[in-house]
């Protein structure tokens, strides 16, 4: 597929955002692109942007995203940027080690542990990667009532 194309269906690696279905996708950055602004979950974590905090440590944040797809929707992310799944080394075994972790302990204190919930990650925007910061969503408690449709 020629540059052109893919910039025309929004596939094009330059980073930036791009528009899709009325709301803007970040495009993964291209290593060694100094011209890209920090990511937004680094600016979450420095907390330069505010956010509904449920944990943090010297490794890893949580908080509560604000688009939810279910009552109990978290990000469980690394304060280190790696912007996908593929980015992971032998090195970073711990690190996503903690994050399952961390998330089932705030699937515990959210009181979703034993009725059941969902780790997820995903990788790059076929699978439904927004932002480009590795994150773990920890989704459930679908048997509340909520406000959520």
């Known amino acids: 597929m020629r540059r052109s194309a893919r910039r025309a269906a929004g596939r094009d690696s330059d980073a930036g955002t791009i528009a899709r279905g009325g709301g803007s996708v970040q495009r993964r950055p291209r290593s060694g692109d100094d011209a890209v602004e920090p990511c937004l979950f680094c600016r979450i974590a420095a907390k330069q942007i505010p956010s509904t905090l449920v944990f943090e440590n010297e490794r890893l944040v949580a908080f509560r995203d604000i688009a939810p797809k279910a009552p109990v929707h978290v990000l469980v992310v690394p304060r280190e940027h790696l912007p996908t799944v593929n980015d992971f080394r032998a090195a970073h075994e711990p690190l996503v ?5 961390v998330a089932a302990a705030i699937a515990a204190q959210e009181g979703i542990a034993q ?10 925007a076929e ?3 927004v932002v480009y910061h590795v994150h773990l969503h920890l989704l459930g408690g679908w048997g509340r009532k909520t406000d959520l449709a």
């Open 127 to 129: 699978a439904g990667q």
């Open 97 to 101: 080690g903690e994050m399952i972790r």
């Open 115 to 124: 009725t059941g919930y969902r780790l997820v990650f995903n990788c790059n």
